[in-house]
């Protein structure tokens, strides 16, 4: 089964501007801390900017200044606002979180899992 699904990716010119998102599948997935990374074709899968529980934030220096990961606690939902997108930037967007899952009443359970990636692709 899926629990964290996205949406946002698409094809923009250098410059332009994404906001991806990042959402569970179901409420009983709580989205904790969560992190955005980036996959170019043949490339390895780099972290590009994290979120902890607590909505601290830390950025790769390529994407710092440019690109805002939040979280909308209500909505379960992680974003990363990518603002000024350059060629380089184009890639499969991962998104990889910490789920504690509602289970039964008064029972949870806790894993890590990705989303099934988005593509961004930046023409010059």
């Known amino acids: 089964q899926v629990q964290l699904v996205e949406s946002g990716g698409g094809l923009v010119q250098d410059g332009g501007s994404l906001r991806l998102t990042c959402a569970a599948s179901a409420s009983r997935f709580r989205i904790n801390e969560a992190g955005w990374y980036r996959q170019a074709p043949g490339n390895q899968r780099d972290l590009v900017a994290k979120?902890?529980?607590?909505?601290?934030?830390s950025y790769a220096d390529s994407v710092k200044g440019r690109f805002t990961i939040s979280r909308d606690s209500a909505k379960n939902t992680v974003y990363l606002q990518m603002n000024n997108l350059k060629p380089e930037d184009t890639g499969v967007y991962y998104c990889?979180?910490?789920?504690?899952?509602?289970?039964?009443?008064?029972?949870?359970?806790?894993?890590?899992?990705w989303g099934q990636g988005t593509q961004v692709t930046v023409s010059s």
């Open positions: 979120i902890s529980t607590g909505d601290t934030t």
């Open positions: 990889n979180a910490q789920i504690r899952e509602q289970v039964g009443v008064n029972g949870w359970a806790e894993f890590g899992t």
